[in-house]
T-cell receptor
Framework: RKEVEQDPGPFNVPEGATVAFNCTYS??????FFWYRQDCRKEPKLLMS???SGNEDGRFTAQLNRASQYISLLIRDSKLSDSATYLC????????????FGQGTTLQVKP | DVKVTQSSRYLVKRTGEKVFLECVQD?????MFWYRQDPGLGLRLIYF???????EKGDIPEGYSVSREKKERFSLILESASTNQTSMYLC?????????????FGDGTRLSIL
């Protein structure tokens, strides 16, 4: 089983749609969770951290379910510029700086 | 803004050459990382350093070594380059001491070994 699993997609959605990505992780000791965005042939960039109570940043909402070891990202009112690969990222255990990156979910937003 | 700078965006080298990839960060981060990214395999950790002169092997250290002589600089060395080391190499840095610290990446180096 992969340490971080994501549906690779692609998710093809029209502009304005709401889309949700899910991710599961295997290490119950993980304490840090993030979503990164990666554009084609570019470096990953931090989109948002994920907190236990859930958190929102504009059109983006992240949720964490520790009991199920599950993380989600919701994008509302999709824009063309949201087209990218979204990486689910967790740390490797308590008090370690090392992160495990999922292989990513590709989103294509169409006009 | 955090700035992580990698020395080259594109690099072409020959089989058997010794290759140096350099990375510099300006945020006084303790942790620095080298990854490679290949289609279908995602990001894989090569080496990690949590302090000057300290290093730790990642998941795929074979054929690589690293050097951290100064806090801001982390070098990746391909001892004798081979064609299977053709890849995108990404350097990242983060603070140490808190669990919820994201990593910040450089632009990446696309390395081709001929």
């Amino acid at each position: 089983r992969k340490e971080v699993e994501q549906d690779p997609g692609p998710f093809n959605v029209p502009e304005g749609a709401t889309v949700a990505f899910n991710c599961t992780y295997s290490n119950s000791a993980s304490q840090s969770f993030f979503w990164y965005r990666q554009d084609c042939r570019k470096e990953p960039k931090l989109l948002m951290s994920v907190y236990s109570s859930g958190n929102e940043d504009g059109r983006f909402t992240a949720q964490l379910n520790r009991a199920s070891q599950y993380i989600s990202l919701l994008i509302r009112d999709s824009k063309l510029s949201d087209s990218a690969t979204y990486l689910c990222v967790v740390n490797r255990g308590s008090n370690t700086g090392k992160l495990i990156f999922g292989q990513g979910t590709t989103l294509q937003v169409k006009p | 803004d955090v700035k992580v700078t990698q020395s080259s965006r594109y690099l072409v080298k020959r089989t058997g050459e010794k290759v140096f990839l350099e990375c510099v960060q300006d945020m006084d981060h303790e942790n620095m990382f080298w990854y490679r990214q290949d289609p279908g395999l995602g990001l894989r950790l090569i080496y990690f350093s949590y302090d000057v002169k300290m290093k730790e092997k990642g998941d795929i250290p074979e054929g690589y070594s690293v050097s951290r002589e100064k806090k801001e600089r982390f070098s990746l060395i391909l001892e004798s380059a081979s064609t299977n080391q053709t890849s995108m190499y990404l350097c990242a840095s983060s603070y140490r001491g808190y669990s919820n610290q994201p990593q910040h990446f450089g632009d990446g180096t696309r390395l081709s070994i001929l």
